[in-house]
Nanobody, 126 residues
Framework: QVQLVESGGGLVQAGGSLRLSCAAS????????MGWFRQAPGKEREFVAA???????YYADSVKGRFAISRDNAKNTVYLQMNSLKPEDAAVYYC????????????????????WGQGTQVTVSS
């Protein structure tokens, strides 16, 4: 497992933007598949976006066109740029890493990831 630390959450008005960051430990970050998930009160944790070790990306339909996931392997960091935020985007956002085994694709299920951050709260006011 690796340690993941998210940052960048906060309160934003509907239509606004936030950028979440997730800093990872480990010397082989470039080989990890990374993902962002979110969990609203009373709901299950759900997939938001993923990026593979080769840079391929995938998004949940609910955020496609508004969110963008990216990674900077030199900084061991993955980002989630969130634009045009809606009240329904409010949740605790979690960063996740799949460290082994990893192929070049993306992973969409919670149980495919072996490391998780502590989460960062995103609140969207209407």
């Amino acid at each position: 497992q690796v340690q993941l630390v998210e940052s960048g959450g906060g309160l934003v008005q509907a239509g606004g933007s936030l950028r979440l960051s997730c800093a990872a430990s480990g010397r082989t970050f470039s080989s990890y598949a990374m993902g962002w998930f979110r969990q609203a009160p009373g709901k299950e944790r759900e997939f938001v976006a993923a990026i593979g070790s080769g840079g391929s990306t995938y998004y949940a339909d609910s955020v496609k066109g508004r969110f963008a996931i990216s990674r900077d392997n030199a900084k061991n960091t993955v980002y989630l740029q969130m634009n045009s935020l809606k009240p329904e985007d409010a949740a605790v956002y979690y960063c996740a890493a799949k460290t082994r085994p990893v192929y070049s694709g993306v992973y969409l299920r919670v149980d495919q990831y072996d490391s998780w951050g502590q989460g960062t709260q995103v609140t969207v006011s209407s």
